[in-house]
């Protein structure tokens, strides 16, 4: 795994991550290429990132990227989606959140920030009045909460709600992703559209 920064507070955030080489500039970037995963900083505006990511996409479709921002926004987040990034996310999250994007990203997954997937479901997907089979196996409160999730709910606001706590909104994600062969929020939310 690569990790592409020329942003020195980004190279000495990660220093002590395990299997993660650097390459710090743009025209070492294509020797780096050979990873099975490139973590993109595009916080330094010295150049234009957006031209050389499609460029590099261009030649290179099978590469995995996890693109990361020092200020990641959703408009930022949903270009590099479209343009074939597997994850995007803060430049300076979690290590347990890096270690999780970049291991379902290796795995061939996508791998997004919480709040950016709520948006994606609550500004992308519209749910419809058809029922979904898949929906039919779960109880009462589980279909209450896949409905709240389903329109970008977060656990804290469905347990609000529906006056539970977050945890019991987690076991009931936990059942309806086994019931309906779902294994996140937005392939639970594109179960109703």
Not at 1 to 19: A, G, H, P
Not at 75 to 101: C, P, V, W
Not at 140 to 161: C, I, L, P, T
Not at 181 to 189: E, F, H
Request: include cysteine; glycine fraction near 4%; proline fraction near 2%.
């Amino acid at each position: 795994m690569v990790l592409f920064s020329q942003n020195t507070n980004v190279q000495k955030f990660y220093q002590k991550e395990d299997n993660l080489h650097f390459c710090t500039s743009k025209e070492t970037l294509q020797r780096c290429l050979e990873e099975d995963v490139l973590v993109w900083d595009i916080s330094n505006k010295t150049f234009d990132h957006q031209a050389l990511f499609r460029e590099i996409r261009e030649d290179k479709l099978s590469l995995n990227i996890l693109v990361i921002s020092q200020d990641p926004t959703h408009e930022e987040g949903r270009y590099y989606i479209s343009q074939g990034a597997k994850g995007y996310g803060n430049a300076f999250m979690d290590k347990t959140l890096f270690k999780q994007a970049t291991k379902l990203i290796q795995e061939g997954s996508i791998w997004l920030y919480p709040e950016f997937m709520q948006y994606l479901i609550k500004e992308h997907i519209t749910p419809t009045q058809s029922e979904n089979p898949r929906l039919n196996s779960l109880s009462k409160k589980e279909r209450e909460v896949a409905d709240f999730v389903a329109k970008g709910m977060s656990n804290k606001d469905v347990a609000e709600a529906l006056a539970i706590t977050t945890t019991t909104v987690k076991t009931h994600l936990s059942h309806i992703y086994n019931k309906t062969n779902t294994n996140s929020r937005l392939s639970l939310a594109l179960l109703y559209k």
